[in-house]
């Protein structure tokens, strides 16, 4: 029988003494050539197991702009929760008695990788720049 993670909002405060594991996203880091995280499970396990923070890489989705608000942009969550080590890594943990939580920022900030910083101070992407300044004032 196949078991599918779900994610729910949290509407219990953390009690005093309950133990809790918090995977936290921080930002988003947009890269010109990223790998997949092949396992995302295997990545949040070893956060954990070394109390370190982790980076997960993962293709973004064309992102959605909703109700003409050009300031504002709807991506979905950068991986996939029902990874199957992921859902064993929190199953393994539930039974241990740790309360496995979430947490995305309101506003999360969104960057640029440093490939990415590099790449645009490059002379191709000065030109990728100015290919897309012309565009926009002939509109």
Not at 15 to 28: A, H, P, S, Y
Not at 58 to 83: C, R, T, W, Y
Request: hydrophobic share 35%.
């Amino acid at each position: 029988m196949e078991q599918i993670l779900q994610l729910n909002r949290v509407t219990k405060p953390i009690k005093k003494g309950e133990k809790v594991i918090v995977l936290e996203l921080t930002d988003i880091q947009l890269h010109m050539n990223a790998r997949p995280t092949p396992s995302v499970g295997a990545v949040v396990q070893r956060s954990i197991e070394h109390n370190k923070e982790g980076r997960i890489f993962s293709p973004l989705q064309a992102p959605k702009s909703e109700d003409g608000d050009s300031n504002s942009i709807h991506v979905e969550l950068p991986f996939g929760v029902n990874d199957p080590k992921l859902q064993e890594a929190v199953r393994h943990y539930q039974q241990l008695g740790y309360r496995v939580m979430l947490g995305v920022p309101k506003h999360m900030p969104i960057k640029l990788g440093r490939d990415a910083e590099e790449f645009m101070k490059s002379k191709n992407g000065k030109r990728l720049i100015r290919g897309l300044e012309k565009k926009q004032t002939k509109v």
